[in-house]
């Protein structure tokens, strides 16, 4: 089989491999539609995750199943699934602790493009496939449903690191793909105020399609100091972070309350440490809670969150900004996801309809 892959660090291009084989618990299937990742250019251009030769890239697709096991029970050859990007190890001790995500080892729940060949292939391969996949309703389109993959996960995980709950307001520090998806799960949440941190006017005006009710820019000074003007000096209850870099922490813990919480999805793909501001953090006992995660993988969070898009509660469409046909278009994709024009939110290329 083809498959897109990664030379090594920046480079990238068309190889030949050999088609995965299924084991018994396990599924091949083929893509309809992938989406590019800013996590594919982390590690493609800047090596985040190290050197890789010869890897398939991909970790958000849709697809249609293959095979399967001969133990799988749920799904046969030619169901269209919902293919989460985080796949666990069920049976993993770390999944019993309810850490499933980290199966293995820290990250570990993250395979594709990571510890095997992704999913910009003709053929991919899905661990514990009645674990992991999920039906792909009849009313999502294959474009959506790459948006449930990874972005509503991640960013609906930002809200749950968070805590959000009713009558909060609500910082979100980017609204990229991720960051738009926590802004429309503070919402659902009940959040009474969300505010916005961002510039691109494409990613603003689906902000406010989703819920944001303010937004400030990083380009006009501090984070922290438009947050805490704009709430008469009390600062938020909780912050999700979808953006920025190892600093973005210092200015979160200064719009935050004493008691609020953040939660971090933003994958940091440089630096070695995280600045915390002392004073600000309360000396170290400001009940100032941290918290970062990977998204949780599996079938039923993917079925719980394509429920919300099936019944109309959460419209994915307006995420996909630049829509491609056919494996010739990967490569184009995979660049426009790198060079970020104004209006992009996401690039997804539809293989199959």
Known sequence: ???????????????EKETPTCGPLDAICKPLAVAICTSDVHTLWEGAIGDRHNMILGHECCGEVVEVGELVKDFKPGDRVLVPAITPDWNSLEAQAGYSMH???????????????????????????????????????P??????????PTGFHAVELANVTFGDTVLVIGIGPV???????????????????????????????YGATDFISYKDGSISEQVLKLTGGKGVDAVCIAGGDCSTFEEAVKALKPGGKIG???????????????????VGMGHKDIRGGLMPGGRLRMEKLSSLVSAGRLDLHP???????GWDKLEEALFTMRSKPKDLIKPVVVIED
């Open 1 to 15: 089989m083809k498959g897109y892959a990664m030379l090594k660090i920046g480079e990238s291009g068309w190889i």
């Open 103 to 141: 199966s293995g080892g820290m990250l570990a729940g993250w395979k594709f493009s990571n510890f095997k060949d992704g999913v910009f292939g003709e053929y991919f391969h899905v661990n514990d496939a009645d674990g992991n996949l999920a039906h792909l309703p009849g009313n999502i389109s």
């Open 143 to 152: 474009a959506d449903a790459c948006i449930l993959s990874d972005m509503v």
């Open 179 to 209: 960051g738009l998806m926590s802004v429309a799960g503070a919402n659902l949440h009940g959040a009474s105020r969300i505010i916005a941190v961002g510039t691109r006017p494409t990613c603003i005006e689906v902000a406010k399609g």
């Open 264 to 282: 971090n999805v933003n994958y940091l793909g440089s630096g070695e440490f995280i600045t915390i501001p002392r004073i600000e953090w309360g």
């Open 319 to 325: 995420e996909v900004t630049h829509l491609y046909h």
